[in-house]
């Protein structure tokens, strides 16, 4: 049974960081390509980044660009999103998904979300 | 660029069908898309994967109420037999080269 779990989350500050973790079983994983989505409060759901299956490729919304940054970790079947600089409309639940052979594509399985209250 | 686009609501009485609409921006009539449920409080499920030839790969467990089809640069959900479960938020998404999109949602309520 593929499971993926996130972990991290939490009250920050703005301008603050975090990190975020996505532990994965149930597959493959260093096979797939996996992605972080997110929601703010009452909004819909908005793409942040993707990693490649071999993690040597990854990609971002202008939106977090050059802010955050996702890696995973094959010898602990982990992915991670390390969030600098917060401002308060990053505040939202993440959430983990594997997303396609390889390379991102569809999102066919989804973690239960992490929330993180961007305040002062 | 690459856009997605629903209508944010629906709606449809118990026990008939209901077909949502996800169109692509133009010039990407070709891909392919997935759609995905968001129940309440609840975290996404994937659905299905569509192709733009209509065949489609549903996801574990998913019902055969409900099924996927494609007309040019428009994608569908079809729910038949509709259940109060089945109230929802349903978004569709797709991929492109170095990019993933959603659409805005659809909010779909069962009188």
């Known amino acids: 049974e593929v499971q993926l779990v996130e972990s991290g989350g939490g009250l920050v500050q703005p301008g603050g960081s975090l990190r975020l973790s996505c532990a994965a079983s149930?597959?493959?994983?260093?096979?797939?390509?996996m992605t972080w989505v997110r929601q703010a409060p009452g909004k819909g759901l908005e793409w942040v980044s993707a990693?490649?299956?071999?993690?040597?490729?990854?990609y971002y919304a202008d939106s977090v660009k050059g802010r955050f940054t996702i890696s995973r970790d094959e010898s602990k079947n982990t992915l991670f999103m390390q969030m600098n600089s917060l401002r308060v409309d990053d505040t939202a639940v993440y959430y983990c998904?594997?997303?396609?052979?390889?390379?991102?594509?569809?999102?066919?399985?989804w973690g239960q979300g992490i929330l993180v209250p961007v305040s002062s | 660029q690459l856009v997605l686009t629903q209508s944010p609501s629906a709606s449809a009485s118990l026990g008939a069908s209901v077909r949502l609409t996800c169109t692509l921006s133009?010039?990407?009539?070709?891909?392919?898309i997935a759609w995905h449920q968001q129940l309440p409080e609840k975290g996404p499920r994937y659905l299905m994967k569509?192709?733009?030839?209509?065949?489609?790969t549903k996801g574990d467990g998913v019902p055969d109420r409900f099924s996927g089809s494609s007309s040019g640069s428009e994608r569908y959900l079809t729910i038949s037999s509709l259940q109060f479960e089945d109230e929802a938020v349903y978004y569709c998404?797709?991929?492109?080269?170095?990019?993933?999109?959603f659409g805005g949602g659809t909010k779909l309520t069962v009188l």
């Open positions: 998904a594997r997303s396609g052979a390889i390379v991102p594509t569809i999102l066919d399985y």
């Open positions: 149930g597959f493959t994983f260093s096979y797939y390509a």
């Open positions: 990693i490649s299956g071999r993690g040597d490729t990854t």
């Open positions: 133009s010039g990407h009539r070709s891909f392919g």
């Open positions: 569509l192709n733009s030839d209509g065949s489609h």
């Open positions: 998404q797709t991929w492109g080269t170095d990019i993933q999109v």
